[in-house]
C-alpha cells in the first residue's frame, strides 16, 4: 500500500493549485464556456480540501491529480479550440507541430482526454485498493472508472452543446470531426493502459 502525503502537503498542493486556478480565471477567452469547463474541478477540489487533513492519497497520485488539472485549466482559460500550442512550439522550439504532424484542428483537447488516462488512473487504482478490491483486479477496475467517466463526460458535452444555445460548440470543441466523442474516449483509455502497464502491481492481501 503507498504511504499517504503529510496534511502540510496537501495544504500547499491545494494553495498552489488555487493561485493557478485564479491566475488562469481571470479574462478567459469566453467566461461562460471557462465557468461550465470548471463546474467538475470545483467538486473534485472540493473534495480534495475536505480530505485534506487526512489525506489518503500518495505523492504521485496527488501530483498526477493537479498537474491534469492544471492542464485543464489552461484548456479553460483559452477555451479548448483555441489553445495556442502551436504557436508556442513555434516561439520557443521553432517547431511547427500541426505541419510536421499534417493537423488540420487544434488538437490541445486531445492532449487533455490521453493525460486524463495517463495521469488520473493513479489516483483512481490507489482509491480502489483503499476500497478493499481484490489487488488482482484494481489495474482492470481503474482502466473501467476512466472508460466509464469519459463516456459520462461525453455525455455531459453533448447535453452542453445541444442545449447551452452559442456556447454549445465551444463546450463540445469537436471542430467538425464527427468521431470526435469516440476518439476523445479512446485516447482516455490508451492513456491509462499505459500507464497501469507501467504500474506496480499490488501486493495480494492474506487469505483467510
Not at 500500500?1 to 498552489?16: C, D, E, I, K, W
Not at 492532449?111 to 486524463?116: E, G, P, Q, S
Not at 488520473?120 to 473501467?144: D, F, H, K, T
Request: charged share 15%; aromatic share 12%.
Amino acid at each position: 500500500m503507498t504511504q499517504a502525503v503529510s496534511a502540510g502537503f496537501a495544504h500547499r498542493a491545494l494553495l498552489g493549485f488555487s493561485l493557478t486556478f485564479v491566475a488562469l480565471g481571470i479574462a478567459p477567452v469566453d467566461r461562460q464556456s471557462w465557468f461550465v469547463e470548471n463546474i467538475m474541478v470545483l467538486l473534485v477540489v472540493a473534495a480534495l480540501w475536505c480530505k485534506r487533513t487526512r489525506p489518503a492519497l500518495s505523492r504521485s497520485a496527488w501530483c498526477a491529480t493537479l498537474l491534469f488539472l492544471f492542464i485543464h485549466q489552461v484548456g479553460a482559460h483559452y477555451s479548448y479550440p483555441e489553445v495556442p500550442y502551436n504557436a508556442w512550439l513555434l516561439n520557443v522550439f521553432s517547431l511547427d507541430l500541426n505541419g510536421l504532424m499534417g493537423w488540420e484542428r487544434n488538437q490541445y483537447d486531445r492532449f487533455v482526454h490521453l493525460t486524463y488516462g495517463l495521469l488520473l488512473s493513479v489516483p483512481i487504482r490507489e482509491l480502489s485498493q483503499q476500497m478493499g478490491m481484490n489487488p488482482r483486479y484494481v489495474s482492470l477496475i481503474a482502466w473501467n472508472l476512466i472508460m466509464s467517466t469519459s463516456a459520462v463526460y461525453e455525455l455531459m458535452e453533448w447535453f452542453g452543446g445541444a442545449y447551452l444555445g452559442d456556447h454549445g460548440a465551444d463546450v463540445v470543441g469537436a471542430q467538425d470531426d464527427f468521431w470526435d466523442a469516440q476518439k476523445d474516449m479512446a485516447l482516455a483509455g490508451v492513456g491509462a493502459m499505459l500507464t497501469l502497464g507501467f504500474m506496480k502491481k499490488p501486493e495480494p492481501g492474506p487469505v483467510s
